[in-house]
């Protein structure tokens, strides 16, 4: 897999042209004067590739909510975690 993470203007310009000004969220237009981020389709933290196909334009609106959602996502199984190493509950049944 190819472990680059940033991308060209040219490569840039070929996600824009297979999916247009479009947030691939929701499909909306995304207006010209309006910011957007290159996001993976599947996460590169999940195995996703980096390839232009697994690249589409997210809107700033649900790019910032994704970024919202991880965030609380990962604090609160590190919270879980974190929390396991004290509480060990006692066995049930003993085998």
């Known amino acids: 897999m190819n472990e680059k993470r940033q991308l060209s203007e040219a490569e840039k310009q070929?996600?824009?042209?297979?999916?247009?000004?479009?947030c691939f969220?929701?499909?909306?237009?995304?207006?010209?004067?309006?910011?957007?981020?290159?996001?993976?389709?599947k996460p590169y933290s999940s195995g996703g590739?980096?390839?232009l196909n697994n690249i589409a334009p997210v809107c700033k609106r649900h790019h910032c909510k994704w970024q919202v959602?991880?965030?609380?996502?990962?604090?609160?199984?590190l919270h879980l975690l974190e929390r396991k190493k004290w509480?060990?509950?006692p066995l049930l049944f003993e085998f």
């Open 69 to 77: 959602e991880m965030h609380l996502a990962r604090k609160t199984i």
């Open 87 to 89: 509480f060990n509950p």
């Open 25 to 41: 969220v929701d499909g909306e237009p995304i207006p010209k004067d309006e910011l957007f981020e290159f996001h993976h389709i």
């Open 49 to 51: 590739p980096t390839s």
């Open 14 to 22: 070929k996600i824009l042209a297979q999916h247009g000004r479009r």
